[in-house]
């Protein structure tokens, strides 16, 4: 059971390079999430789906699009990377209701020189 | 002010010791999270909680929801239990978004 898989763990890009992050789910799930991991930060929504079909903007959307894809897959997109967007990337997924636990995937290192 | 507040941000102790790591909240809530992260890592759902009291081998979670609190215990600390530890909350009617604390960094020294 693979859980939430997302890829690339790493990626070094260039500013104003566009990139995808693939972000998958086994568990039929419906609400996926990514998150953007700051030092002293903490963990940050940047998009959220509730359900296939639909998506909604969270904290930090600036500068991001997503695609939710079908139930399993949910991508984050940056389509001109700007230094700021260094960070580790996490992508989470869990049955809709706030008494379900959330999953998350290994994260992805992006850096943008 | 954040929502979720986290206490201590950073902890350090002696294998064997008993640990205890805080959550305060400031908004109402439907559920409360701890979670694991270890350097590097990826991040792990510890509990969920809605009331009372959680208990998985040496973790132990405990929630007050009149006072807007949680702990998170670690019996007998072992240095594999080094990691960052985060608190996230379930605001009331909201069934997709949580409001996650800033994390304490744990280091237990053998």
């Known amino acids: 059971n693979a859980g939430v898989t997302q890829t690339p763990k790493f990626q070094v890009l260039k500013t104003g390079q566009s990139m995808t992050l693939q972000c998958a789910q086994d568990?039929?799930?419906?609400?996926m999430y990514w998150y953007r991991q700051d030092p002293g930060m903490g963990l940050r929504l940047i998009y959220y789906?509730?359900?296939?079909?639909?998506?909604d903007k969270g904290e930090v959307p600036n500068g991001y699009n997503v695609s939710r894809l079908n139930k399993r897959e949910f991508s984050l997109r940056l389509e001109s990377a700007a230094p700021s967007q260094t960070s580790v990337y996490f992508c989470?997924?869990?049955?809709?209701?706030?008494?379900?636990?959330?999953?998350f995937g290994e994260g992805s290192w992006l850096t943008v020189v | 002010k954040n929502e979720v507040e986290q206490s201590p941000q950073n902890l350090t102790a002696q294998e064997g010791e008993f640990i205890t790591i805080n959550c305060s909240y400031s908004?109402?809530?439907?559920?409360l999270h701890w979670l694991q992260q270890h350097p590097g890592g990826g991040i792990v759902s510890l509990f969920m909680?809605?009331?009372g009291k959680k208990k998985h081998g040496r973790l132990i979670a405990t929630i007050n929801i009149q006072e807007k609190h949680s702990s998170l215990h670690i019996t007998a600390s072992h240095p594999r239990d080094s990691a960052v530890y985060i608190c996230a909350v379930n605001r009331e009617g909201s069934n997709y978004k949580l409001t996650f604390g800033k994390g304490t960094l744990l280091t237990v020294n053998p």
């Open positions: 568990m039929n799930h419906n609400s």
């Open positions: 789906s509730a359900s296939e079909g639909t998506t």
């Open positions: 908004v109402g809530i439907s559920a």
């Open positions: 989470a997924s869990r049955l809709t209701g706030s008494g379900n636990t959330i999953y």
């Open positions: 909680l809605s009331s």
